[in-house]
């Protein structure tokens, strides 16, 4: 009788199944195919869109993070660095809000209000004679300033639980504007180009960027074994899987809040230091130029962890500045190294899903059986199972995809 | 085994060697069932014994793995919930899948497609004639957020009728409700089996299966052990094809020893969120030797209860005084926060009813989660050597099923997510132990290792308080027994000389005899 209906019958042509833990080497096989899969894919719009053949197109990429001659090569490794470095120290800002939960992407304006504080004592400090002491109080002023426009959120939200993301953006634009109002007031001859500022510049032995780079690096370890290993780290991974839990064992959630977004500012205003005194030695509306919100998809791409961010950032700067060279080689807009940046991160984010999920096609000779096979593999101890749980936290293990496909034959 | 071809009524459901697994465990492992038209068939089970996986397969939650559906039958296959009401199947799961700010039908017809125009009384007098019919209390007009459980649960099952399930499956549903809520369920069920529906009931409290169901179908660890007539079947018989061997329900009590006053509650009285009264002052005494109970209907300030001890939930006005075993100082504990108590010296342990949603952090691992109570321990850096130890003993004496110390504490079943808990609880030596509803969920040898680790605490002269939902247990293993009804104590029993009747009779009287409160409700 089963027989008869067979035809009738149909298994989805694909269902799904979560993943066991995958080793470590092949999850990272797989993100490292999806961005070979990603740059040719870009590498064949390229050459439809902007007329760059591979060879050009890699060609690009290499020429433009790497340089074409010595020379060149020392300039543009040390713009690497340090374009990475600074994104780094940003996106080591926003983490450990982001751990916490605390959704802040107004990184862009409390930097900027921290480069605009730096600056500021540079133009009014004309009195500071010390060097030293000048930096000094550039960094106070940066810091105090990253301080305060992280933490007005984290006040608001632990005491009127007023949501951070609307706030934490707002703010950006109080920001941008504060910096226009000032430039406005310190350039008398109407331009709004402060230049470049005589005052205020790090040290720099060996290179320019050394210091500044070496200290983001010590940063990003100081960052992984807070967050790792440290009571308050531990306390802001509590907050932020729940609440809840966090009260009942004692942790002072509003607490917390404040203080992670302390941290964060701390960390923004050093960013805003780092770019006044070691990187452009000016401020302007674009200081920041987006990376406040690039920090924030390097951040979720390391999954919140320093270590890997320092790879995540490298990324992303390796691709704009290679997607960069195209576009001034080819004369085309700088929309287009934009479109080569999305559609890698859109690769490297995609393939999480063939990390976590297995696909199964369906059984080519299914219908040939009767009665299906209970299936080979010895069953080795049935182990747990992830039935209903006591706090009903438990995820949807798999789903099935019905596929629409799968009706023509 | 062999086709049923020759069959002349089809089977109103059929499974045929349904396997399925996640990551590396199988959920359900070449599993048969048959369901006929016109019956109760109870699913019988352990936590973790492949129940829910089965049923979410047939109700198109998930897909098999391997093996068959058939509906009347006929072979189907079965996508999503959609292809499940396509074949006439609904289940009504555990947890609730309402919205709130709809009325009762207007959560029932959300998503029907019948090509009809959309009219509000007219769907009101549809479900009305439904409910009608199966004797259903329920306003079709009345807002789901006002409802009480087993109203929702009733909404629930109305959603499954009105788009003409004729196989009903029902997973755990009187796990939410009082006896007497659950009484009325059976009726219904038995009416909808007279009306020709095929009902599936899932649950493991074995009075209720011989209750309610014409068959029983168990699984065990996956695997399907057989169906019995339920005429046939006695509660040992059962429980043996359950847990695969012979276990003693007896649950030993000693007699309390050097009891000594521990806490002393007074006079507490507290709001909720609503401004309700969910506290009204409350008194009582917890001595350390004993295990006081504590009996209610769910939502009865049981939980305000206990957070206003653990410093969680702050009540309006009345005294928690707590005696130190050590020094006899006696310190108050209200108006104080968690850290503060355990800062005045105070061994207060506490297993909240929300496991992965207050005691435990659902996505750390075991390490980490024992870690929650010691970790201020260290200076600036966490100690996680220590806890590691202590997680490995937990895991070792309690028995805690884990693949590894490292895995999140939410991929372990109910019951070894508790045992995670309540061994991380008692490994602070308490010198008082709040439990809530420890065993809710966990499958009989479970609840028998929580049980024994109760008395053990009690043996230590530790004050043990234990909110309760099965009347039996409380009235197997506790000393005492307090009874909370709307926030009021009705009454403190001996356990040992209480009988069910009189608790239940305390749980439930809605006038307040010992109270003289002259705005009595009206209920």
Known sequence: ?409 | MEQKEARNIPLALELKGITKTFGTIKANYNVDLELKHGEILALLGENGSGKTTLMNMVAGIYYPDEGQIFVDGEEVVIRSPKDAFDHKIGMIHQHFKLVDLFSAAENVVLGVKDGKKFNISEVNERVQKIADRYGFIIDPKEKVHEMSVSQKQTVEILKVLYRGADILILDEPTAVLTPQETAKLFAVLRKMKEDGKSIIIITHKLHEVLSISDRVAVLRKGEYIGTVNTSESTESSLTEMMVGKKITLNIDRSEPHDVVERLSVSGLSGLNAEGLKVLDNVSFTAYGGEILGIAGIAGSGQRELLEAIAGIYSPESGEILYNDPKGGAQVNLRKKTPLQIRELGVRLSFVPEDRLGMGLVGSMDITDNIMLRSYRSGFVLLNRSDPKKLAEEIVNDLEVATPHLNTPVRRLSGGNVQKVLVGREIASAPSLLMAAYPVRGLDINSSYAIYNLLNEQKERGVAVILVGEDLDVLLALCDRILVINSGRVTGILDGRTATKEEVGFLMTKSDRVENTDPEGGAA
């Not at chain 1, 531990?234 to 607490?255: D, F």
Request: charged share 15%.
């Open chain 1, 1 to 409: 009788m089963a027989s008869e209906h067979h035809n009738a019958v149909k298994e989805p042509l694909i269902h799904i199944t979560k993943n066991a833990a995958m080793p470590f080497w092949k999850g990272l096989l797989i993100r490292a195919a999806a961005v070979l899969i990603a740059f040719l894919l870009c590498s064949i719009l390229a050459f439809f869109l902007i007329g760059a053949n591979p060879l050009e197109f890699f060609g690009a990429f290499i020429k433009g993070n790497f340089g074409s001659n010595a020379m060149m090569a020392k300039l543009r490794i040390w713009k690497l660095l340090k374009d990475t470095a600074i994104l780094l120290l940003i996106a080591l800002a926003v983490t450990p809000a982001f751990r916490m939960r605390f959704w802040n992407i107004g990184a862009e304006g409390q930097v900027l209000m921290s480069a605009l504080a730096a600056a500021a004592v540079v133009y009014y400090g004309k009195g500071i004679t010390q060097e030293w002491l000048l930096l000094v109080i550039m960094f106070v002023a940066a810091v105090a300033a990253g301080i305060i426009w992280s933490v007005l959120p984290a006040i608001f939200k632990a005491l009127w639980n007023a949501n951070e993301t609307l706030f934490t953006l707002m703010m950006n634009y109080v920001a941008s504007f504060f910096v226009a109002y000032a430039l406005v007031k310190w350039t008398p001859d109407g331009s709004s180009v402060l230049g470049e500022l005589k005052r205020g510049h790090l040290p720099s032995p060996g290179n320019e960027y050394l210091i500044f780079t070496l200290t983001v690096l010590l940063i990003t370890g100081i960052m992984f074994v807070y967050l790792y290993y440290s009571k308050q780290g531990y306390e802001i991974s509590v907050v932020g899987e729940s609440q809840r839990t966090a009260r009942y064992i004692g942790i002072n959630v509003k607490k917390v809040i404040v203080r992670t977004m302390t941290l964060s500012g701390v960390l923004c205003g050093l960013a805003g230091f780092m770019i006044v005194a070691a990187l452009d030695h000016t401020v302007t509306t674009t200081s920041v130029g987006g990376r406040g919100f690039t920090a924030i998809i390097v951040s979720w791409l390391a999954k919140f962890n320093p270590l890997i961010m320092i790879g995540t950032a490298l990324l992303v700067v390796f691709l704009n500045q290679g997607a960069g060279q195209l576009a001034t080689t080819f004369r085309v807009s700088f929309a287009f190294p934009d479109v080569v940046v999305g559609i890698v991160i859109f690769f490297v984010i995609g393939c999480e899903f063939f990390i976590r999920y297995k696909v199964h096609f369906r059984h080519k000779n299914r219908h040939a059986a009767e009665v299906p096979a209970p299936g080979g593999e010895g069953s080795g101890g049935s182990g747990e199972n992830p039935e209903k749980e006591g706090g009903g936290g438990g995820e949807r293990p798999a789903e099935v995809i019905p596929d629409k496909g799968g009706k023509l034959k």
